[in-house]
């Protein structure tokens, strides 16, 4: 009588291959692109109408690109910008990169155990940018800590280390309600800078107006132009163009409209120009004074 033998059936692999895994990297990648892109012009766009909001100027009304608002938006890209950016970023592998230099176990221990210090004090991180916001009169003007703080006690409860090994993680809508609230506070942390710097910048400029480009109109018709750093001079009637007005710097110039301010221009009592280039009308544009040196 034969006997039989079983093959032996072969069993399924304990951790099978996941091939959902490059997918997954794509869409996170695809998010976060997304989301720094709606920040760039979110920011640029705060700048920008706080910047020229300080000439009395609405930027709706002057038109900016996507790919201005963009570029204004880098200017909220500075040197501690980058240096906390960069902080943030390799925080997670720091601890790697020193296991592989020669330093003491009891010093990364010494890491671990304040980066989980850290991590499951987020309450504390998030309770201190509100108790910020309740004296929002009195942080002024670095009132972007307070939204920051929050923002980053909301990511910092959602990482491992922030609950012990064998505590669950919650449901999924409420890590996706800390993300999307900690992105909420993030973005309006960085409106407050944007905006800001573009006062920063205006008061700037207008301080220094005289370097700025020079402008000479010159009109067949005298124009509704009053201001103190304003030149008029009337030509005579031998000429195509009578009327000459000096004195003036550029702002900005879109679709033939010049947007002008005068030398001495002060926020709360003088106009800012603008002038439409048309056949009554020429704009002469010339170099503005240079610093010496």
Known sequence: MRRRTRRPVPRPSATPPSRGAPLDLVNSAAGTASFLGSLLLYAGYIYINAYFGYF??????IGFSTFELIMRSLRLATLPTFEV??????MPGLLRLLALLPVRGRYLRGLRQTGRAVARAYLAVAASGVVLMLLWRWIQPHAWVAPSLVAVGLLLGRTPAATPARASSGPAWERAGALVMAGLFLIWAVALVAGQ???QDASSDAGQLVRRVAVVVVSTDRLSMVSPG??????????????RYSGLRLLIERDHRYYLVSLGWRRNTDPTFII???DSVRVELRAGTQPSG
């Open 85 to 90: 950016m960069a902080v943030i970023l390799l």
């Open 56 to 61: 009395h100027l609405d930027s709706f009304a």
């Open 276 to 278: 439409e280039d048309d």
């Open 197 to 199: 710097l573009g006062r």
């Open 230 to 243: 304003l030149v008029y001079e009337d030509l005579g009637p031998g000429t195509h163009y009578w009327y």
